[in-house]
């Protein structure tokens, strides 16, 4: 399943969701479909879901709460591998993905 517009897309592939573009949705009702795909995911049974952010260039405030909440939601179900896949190429990522270990400290954040 794939959620896009002009600005952004969002896929997942077997056990692992991609991120691309540049997020501005308005608040947390505009990023509910995104949290229905992922939710799904984290729910099927997998020992690893990624979340490979490599290709999103910005995430607004929304954006990252909707992070966190999906970091929570993989708390939850405790044998559960959460990997976050990041880059130094955007800023924000180094500032604010690492927060990310704070809500779930077993998370493998990967940053290349």
Known sequence: MEISDEN????AEQNEVYFDGVFRL???DAYAPIYSLITGLLHEGHKQVTFNLTGLEF?????INLLAKLTIE????GDLLLV????H??????KSLPNLKKLHPLLDLRLA
């Open 8 to 11: 952004f897309r969002v896929w």
């Open 26 to 28: 308005a608040g947390p």
């Open 59 to 63: 995430l607004n405030s929304s954006g």
């Open 74 to 77: 993989a708390r939850k179900m």
């Open 84 to 87: 976050v896949k990041g880059t």
């Open 89 to 94: 190429q955007y800023p924000w990522q180094a």
